[in-house]
């Protein structure tokens, strides 16, 4: 080092003030070397902050700047009062929250509707936001097994797409809190009537007491979105036709007649392999996370405690603890399973509305349905990186797949062209007749030359000029209005 780096080094250090040296004990640490054994310090001393100290000159010596960067990595030590190191709340032992998430943090109600049939009543639970102005209403209808609020992240993210909207997302009879009474027994949810049939009528009958509840003269703009089961019952729906324009659209997610009724056959393994109940929420949440059966977790939170429900060991003394169990018993469902799925396909091309499908993988596509999409009947998305719950996977892509199908099929942005009024009706121009005499009932403006000549029309080209002349007419007839 020169003598002029010394004397710049000294002038800068003896404006700085005056700091006692580090105990040699924490360099000996380091290096492993002996040196805690002599020095009983206090382990809270690296944690005081020490004094502040910035470099005013930006021109000095790399010698310089090394002693001004050590010194000001000491500005940054922790206070041991701030607890920057503290593990978050929720995440002991590195692991993410299993508690569940309430309905109302994606819905704005939860009603109950009441509905009666020849041998039973049925108590239809739902989870609603009602449209705002003229916005469309996702109707939305769960797979077997699961529950209304598997839509709930859907639900939040088609908000957020359409704010005007309004969603509707139904527990069928025999899942959620849905429950079917009949006369002289108590409510239950076991050997329910799980047709086809008597599915797509209690989904009718929900649009219509929602319509009953809140006075509207007509229904909204419907989308009609199914997964899996619901699926099929979404499609019944529309082409029964019972709903007529009503209907916007429909779209399924993941179920395809030919690979439904073919997975069918190891439906019972399944379920067999299943846990047949969990010591808590938190563990069947964790099971359905871990077994990869809904890869969102956020999503898990909110619609697994919906599926299962509380039981008490009241007759036992050996414990108390309750434990958790399914709340549908899918295995005893196994009589409707074909019927659920059998003509899906050709209800699904034939029926009026726009059409799309979301699927997990192109491999579940049947004949008929790859015919239909070469013909370009319907929309089809694929979600790859999803499981069979693709909307609750993939919430937010579907909810943007749904809003931009929504848009193409709302018919309320089209404007069609005014009627003619009576008063002036347009008159079929016969072969003898000439334009000059057929315009002279209308009153043109000046500028408008009134000679026109005659121009018989053969009879080989009325065809072609008829249109011309009744667009002529118009013209005319606009014109004169405006004047």
Known sequence: MSELQRSFAKAKLAGLPFQPPLPQTTAHGFDGEEGEEDVDEDPRDDLKPLPDRRSTDDDSSSSASSASSASSTGTIKPSPSKHLFARPKGAANGKRPLDPLPWNDFFAQELYLDSQRVDHDITHHVYFTPPQAKGPLFVTHHGAGSSGLSFALFASAIRKALPDAGVLSVDARGHGE?????????AANDLLDLRLESLSQDLLDVLALIQKKLEWPELPGLVLIGHSLGGAVVTDVAASGQLGTAVLGYGVLDVVEGSAIDALQSMQSYLSGRPKAFPSLASGIEWHIRSRTIRNPTSA???????LREVHFSQSSATEDPFWTWRTDLAATEPFWEHWFVGLSKKFLGAKGGKLLLLAGTDRLDKELMIGQMQGKYQLQVFPEAGHFIH???????AMVVADFYRRNDRSALVLPPKIGNDRPVPGIADDVKMKAFLSSFTLPAALPRNIPTVPCPKRCRADTSPILASLVLTLIVQQDYQ
């Open 178 to 186: 849905t429950v079917v009474r009949k006369e002289g027994e108590p």
């Open 301 to 307: 939170r909110i619609s697994v405690p919906s599926l």
């Open 392 to 398: 609750e996977d993939q919430a937010e892509k579907t």
